[in-house]
């Protein structure tokens, strides 16, 4: 089976954690995780957040899963990227 | 175990608030204790085993009433913040890293307010407790408890200084002064 190497979440997070231990956490899932978020949106308590994760092989359930555990909901998978080794990115965003 | 401890004290911000709670509370103790010890000393008391359990009794005494009114408020304003958060993710929190924080803050917080005052409180005793097992001082026992004490206060005086940024020779002067204070009102008070 191919293995995910991207994929942009939208996600609803508490603003505490802040987006810094928000990433750290995400990218310490897995060997090579790198983790980009993006601010969208800031409530009183809440913020809508775009979260890039990049990596060889990621696993989406490990990151859906960490998301709710840091308090998170996600509302939509906006991009991903799959492929075998060596094979060009395809991303293709969700519409 | 650290790292998720770290994030509860970071979710909750209870590091702050245990890092105030320690100083007020702490500062209750060191004061109370000061109080006792003077109301001693002015009586012209010597029996050490009675100042000593009076002092312990004291010290037990804002250590319980620490631990169980941090808790209490703790624990409420935590419930309250938890449902607050809940409404605004229009999703239950209770087993997420915000409802354990939620959960572990008022112990983290209860547990620093009630050790405050009673560790700070031994400290003032054990003074006393070395005169009576036979310890030489330099000074008299109750005299070594009150230096202790004011040794507390003026260090409590500088952790409130550095909170504040403030300069900490002024800072641990300023509960110096409000030591001496005390030690002057239960003076004119005693009968």
Redesign the interface.
Same mark, same amino acid.
């Given at each position: 089976m191919a293995s995910i190497k991207r994929m942009v979440l939208d996600v609803?997070k508490?603003r505490?954690?802040n987006i810094i *231990?928000f990433a750290r956490?995400i990218a310490d899932l897995g060997e090579g995780y790198r983790v980009v978020i993006s601010v969208d949106e800031v409530? *009183?308590?809440?913020e809508s957040v775009m979260l890039s994760v990049e990596g060889e092989n990621l696993d989406f359930e490990a990151i859906e899963q960490a998301i709710?555990?840091?308090?998170?909901?996600l509302h939509s998978i906006d991009e991903i990227e799959a492929g075998g080794s060596g094979v060009d990115s395809a991303a293709r965003p969700q519409g | 175990m650290y790292r998720q401890l770290l994030l509860w004290l970071h979710i909750s911000r209870s590091g702050k608030i245990a890092r105030r709670y320690f100083v007020v509370n702490g500062f209750d103790g060191a004061l109370t204790l000061l109080g006792l010890n003077v109301g001693f000393y002015l009586s012209g008391e010597s029996n050490l085993p009675v100042i000593i359990s009076a002092c312990l009794g004291a010290a037990v005494a804002l250590g319980v009433s620490g631990v169980s009114s941090a808790y209490i408020s703790e624990s409420a304003e935590r419930e309250r913040e938890l449902h607050a958060l809940e409404e605004a993710m229009v999703r239950d929190l209770s087993d997420t890293d915000h409802g354990r924080a939620s959960r572990f803050a008022p112990w983290w917080v209860a547990a620093v307010n009630g050790l405050a005052p009673f560790l700070f409180g031994l400290l003032i005793i054990l003074p006393l407790w070395l005169a009576a097992k036979g310890v030489a001082l330099p000074l008299g026992p109750i005299e070594t408890a009150l230096a202790t004490a004011l040794m507390v206060l003026f260090f409590l005086g500088i952790v409130i200084g550095r909170i504040q940024g403030a300069f900490w020779l002024w800072s641990g002067l300023r509960t110096l002064i409000i030591a001496l204070v005390t030690a002057i009102l239960i003076y004119i008070l005693n009968p």
């Open positions: 609803l508490p505490h954690p *231990d956490t409530d *009183d308590k809440t709710k555990a840091l308090g998170g909901s | -």
